[in-house]
């Protein structure tokens, strides 16, 4: 075990950028990622600092000096997914002292030392709060302490390590770190720490280079992103303010933003969702549980009630918007009763998609030990129902859609088959044909395309022109 305590390495201050120094020149990196968008940009911001330091990603990770396994645990099958490709990265790994596999991200951050019992061979542990200090802590790896623990170090503010996305049309930004709720059910408040905004003027501006660099769309990112400096930790600006800042990016043609949450609405919201015209018409606003009994008990700090009054003012305000939500089933003492309630706020709200869950019970988290979970199969049978309605209610939609023109940003161009590829203002996944005599698009334009088939998935048709 690694002697060294963690506040001994050396860190980076708080908002300070890359190490200047190449001192990962020569040596080669691969990363493999599992969990939300959240994490999925952390990646991005590690092989940022990586390629700054001058390593190469690679493709396959028996290549790779450097091996990063970013994971998520926010249910036990995540766990297991992360595990099990560790067990299988380790078997192709390359030997050697001087490389290194780590183990990142909010499973890494909840298990700590465990880890180093489970995967005898991983070199370092990470959480998501000290991404920033990837490099240094990879350095004190290399310089000879075989194992080092990440996780101990405080939580650092807010910071933006330059990120190596993929090229494309769309881009991850992060605006809000961590969580200041308490979900009864939830770890990311213990992964990912205190709730934390970026400053506007550095989101504006890490945008405004996206848009040189290429991009058309951002997708802003925090766990509770509609909760953007209400602590008073962005200079006094909140989320309606940033968008409408972000919504002046010249060049910028969409907006998105995930994830928001039912306490942290507001009416200035609506109305700049209403009055940009870059702010896409769709709000992805988690539910969780249609009856009110089980939100309290999950804490979640709004009643159905509350729910029911913000999707109206959606509605109203935002004619043609779309909805979408999470939902959890089998939850601490959830009756059928309490289920039936979700079935209703589904026929009621009319989402146009659900990411449905069983729920999971999670280690450190405060309905761990409060047991009443309703028997395996019974939660099985809830979730098939729930997603079958949400489902037969998608279809539905979708079918509506047959014969309408939609817009879509173009995201993927396959020139062999002349599909692109990309989705409405709603969300919708759609691919389009595009006929010969077209020229080729680009990743990032904006086609129509008429609607000719429509599946649970998504819709399809033929491109008739450009915007
Ligand atoms: N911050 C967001 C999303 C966080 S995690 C929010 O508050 O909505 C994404 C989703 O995973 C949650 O919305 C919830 O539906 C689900 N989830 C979180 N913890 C879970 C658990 N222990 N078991 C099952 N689902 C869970
Ligand atoms: Fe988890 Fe709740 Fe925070 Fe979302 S708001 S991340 S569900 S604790
Ligand atoms: Fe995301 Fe999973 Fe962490 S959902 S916040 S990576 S636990």
């Known amino acids: 075990m690694d002697e060294r305590s963690a506040t001994d390495i050396s860190l980076h201050e708080p908002g300070s950028a890359l190490p200047g120094e190449k001192g990962l020149n020569g040596k080669t990196f691969f990363v493999k990622t599992f969990g939300c968008q959240m994490n999925v940009h952390d990646s991005e911001r590690m092989s940022g600092l990586l390629t700054g330091?001058?390593?190469?990603?690679?493709?396959?990770?028996?290549?790779?000096?450097?091996?990063?396994?970013?994971?998520?645990?926010?249910?036990?099958?995540?766990?297991?997914?992360?595990?099990?490709?560790?067990?299988?990265?380790?078997?192709?790994?390359?030997?050697?002292?001087?490389?290194?596999?780590?183990?990142?991200?909010?499973?890494?951050?909840?298990?700590?030392?465990?880890?180093?019992?489970?995967?005898?061979?991983?070199?370092?542990?990470?959480?998501?709060?000290?991404?920033?200090?990837?490099?240094?802590?990879?350095?004190?790896?290399?310089?000879?302490?075989?194992?080092?623990?990440?996780?101990?170090?405080?939580?650092?503010?807010?910071?933006?390590?330059?990120?190596?996305?993929?090229?494309?049309?769309?881009?991850?930004?992060?605006?809000?770190?961590?969580?200041?709720?308490?979900?009864a059910y939830c770890v990311v408040p213990s992964?990912?720490?205190?709730?934390?905004?970026?400053?506007?003027?550095?989101?504006?501006?890490?945008?405004?280079m996206l848009v040189q660099s290429g991009y058309s769309e951002v997708t802003l990112l925090g766990q509770n992103v509609n909760g953007y400096g209400k602590k008073g930790d962005a200079d006094g600006a909140v989320f309606s303010d940033l968008l409408s800042e972000v919504n002046a990016v010249a060049g910028l043609k969409r907006i998105r933003f995930t994830t928001s949450h039912p306490v942290d609405m507001s009416q200035e919201l609506l109305e700049v969702m209403a009055n940009c015209s870059r702010v896409m018409p769709h709000l992805h606003l988690p539910v969780q549980s249609g009856s009110d009994a089980v939100l309290a008990r999950m804490q979640r700090g709004y009643t159905i009630g509350q729910y029911r009054t913000w999707v109206s003012r959606l509605r109203e305000m935002l004619p043609g918007f779309s909805l979408t939500t999470d939902l959890i089933v089998g939850f601490c003492?959830?009756?059928?009763?309490?289920?039936?309630?979700?079935?209703?706020?589904?026929?009621?709200?009319?989402?146009?998609?659900?990411?449905?869950?069983?729920?999971?019970?999670?280690?450190?988290?405060?309905?761990?030990?409060?047991?009443?979970?309703?028997?395996?199969?019974?939660?099985?049978?809830?979730?098939?129902?729930?997603?079958?309605?949400?489902?037969?209610?998608?279809?539905?939609?979708?079918?509506?859609?047959?014969?309408?023109?939609?817009?879509?940003?173009?995201?993927?161009w396959d020139p062999e088959t002349r599909m692109v590829i990309g989705r409405t203002p709603q969300f919708q996944n759609v691919r389009g044909v595009l006929p010969l005599s077209s020229a080729d698009p680009s990743l990032g334009d904006l086609v129509t395309v008429r609607i000719e088939i429509a599946s649970k998935t998504g819709l399809k048709g033929a491109c008739t022109g450009r915007a």
Request: glycine residues 6%; contains cysteine.
């Open 53 to 183: 330091s001058g390593a190469v990603p690679v493709g396959d990770p028996a290549e790779a000096d450097i091996i990063l396994v970013n994971t998520c645990t926010i249910r036990d099958k995540a766990d297991q997914k992360a595990l099990s490709d560790l067990g299988r990265i380790r078997m192709v790994r390359k030997d050697g002292p001087e490389n290194i596999l780590a183990v990142t991200g909010c499973m890494a951050q909840r298990e700590g030392e465990e880890i180093f019992r489970l995967v005898p061979d991983v070199d370092l542990i990470l959480g998501p709060s000290q991404i920033r200090n990837l490099i240094p802590l990879i350095e004190t790896v290399s310089s000879g302490n075989s194992r080092v623990n990440g996780t101990l170090l405080p939580n650092p503010e807010m910071t933006t390590p330059p990120a190596l996305r993929p090229k494309g049309a769309t881009a991850f930004v992060t605006v809000q770190e961590g969580c200041d709720k308490a979900c």
């Open 333 to 412: 003492g959830e009756t059928e009763e309490e289920f039936s309630r979700t079935l209703d706020a589904v026929e009621e709200f009319q989402f146009e998609g659900a990411f449905s869950f069983i729920y999971s019970p999670r280690p450190s988290t405060p309905a761990f030990s409060w047991g009443e979970l309703p028997p395996r199969e019974v939660s099985v049978e809830r979730l098939e129902r729930l997603q079958k309605l949400v489902e037969s209610q998608s279809a539905r939609r979708n079918e509506a859609q047959i014969g309408k023109t939609v817009e879509i940003l173009v995201e993927k």
């Open 191 to 208: 992964t990912r720490g205190a709730e934390r905004s970026r400053p506007v003027r550095e989101i504006v501006r890490e945008i405004e």
